[in-house]
Nanobody
Framework: QVRLAESGGGSVQAGGSLKLSCVAS?????????MAWFRQRPGKEEREGVA?????????DYLDSVEGRFTIARDDANNAWYLQMNSLGPDDTALYYC???????????????????????WGQGTQVTVAS
């Protein structure tokens, strides 16, 4: 069983930055492991995949609206991954979740923009609020 714990949300002004962290416990690293960040924006019924990173990859995949502003990275020594968010705007206001699943690379990449139904493990969510 994998447990995920997030931290790092908060309130910032537009143009600001935040870094979200997700620490996994319970032997999460294995073959075909996909790490991801999802968000649920106000008024939206479903979450959307913002960024994903396959265990064997050196770079992530991103939602078009965050490409170039957000970076997903992992810290294998600490069983953690992060989402560095720069140039934040009001449209980035959301509840952000880290998630993990045992997926092949194609499934991991395809989770960008998807709702996350393929993901087995979820954090509790951390709120990000961006004021204009």
């Amino acid at each position: 069983q994998v447990r995920l714990a997030e931290s790092g949300g908060g309130s910032v002004q537009a143009g600001g930055s935040l870094k979200l962290s997700c620490v996994a416990s319970g032997s999460p690293t294995s073959r075909n492991f996909c790490m991801a960040w999802f968000r649920q924006r106000p008024g939206k019924e479903e979450r959307e995949g913002v960024a994903t990173l396959y265990l064997g990859s050196t770079s992530g995949d991103y939602l078009d609206s965050v490409e170039g502003r957000f970076t997903i990275a992992r810290d294998d020594a600490n069983n953690a991954w992060y989402l560095q968010m720069n140039s934040l705007g009001p449209d980035d206001t959301a509840l952000y979740y880290c998630a993990a699943a045992r997926l092949h690379p194609f499934g991991c990449r395809s989770s960008v923009g998807a709702t996350g139904r393929a993901f087995d493990y979820w954090g509790q969510g951390t709120q990000v609020t961006v004021a204009s």
